[in-house]
Structures are given as C-alpha cells and as structure tokens.
C-alpha cells in the first residue's frame, strides 16, 4: 500500500490536470506526502529493510487480511 503513494505522486503530476482536478478539488488521495514522497519511502523502505521478518507465510498472511479489509471497507460492509 505504501507503494502506491509513488504512484499516485506520478499520477498527481501527470494527469490531474487532464481531469480537471487538482488537490484542493478531488486529487488530494493522489497526491500522497506531496513534496515529502520520496522521503517518506526511502524511510519505508529503511524500516522494511530493517524488520525482522522471517515467516513468508506470516507475511502473506497480513498482506491478504488487509486487502481484504480495505475490499470490505469500500464496499460498506464492514
């Protein structure tokens, strides 16, 4: 999910416009950490980098319950 913070900052700069939006009319989720993007993921992925992890399965596991939180969530059925 942090990942898409990156994305959305390359959507924020090449294609609000093009919609007619901007931050303060309907992009703000686009524009992430705005001028702090790329800090912010290096910070990530230090910490990433510096977890402990050792159980893929465990991994896997927390990945697809919060996906599926988040389905549950934008459906309204939470």
């Known amino acids: 999910m942090e990942g898409s913070t990156l994305g959305g900052h390359v959507i924020e700069k090449n294609q609000?416009?093009?919609?007619?939006?901007a931050r303060e009319?309907?992009?703000s989720y686009f524009a992430g950490y705005g001028?702090?993007?790329g800090l912010m993921w290096r910070d990530f992925l230090a910490r990433l980098d510096a977890a402990p992890f050792t159980d893929a399965g465990e991994i896997n596991l927390g990945a697809t319950a919060t996906f599926a939180c988040l389905t549950s969530w934008f459906a309204g059925t939470n």
């Open 16 to 21: 609000l416009a093009r919609l007619g939006l």
């Open 25 to 27: 009319s309907g992009g």
């Open 35 to 37: 001028d702090q993007t």
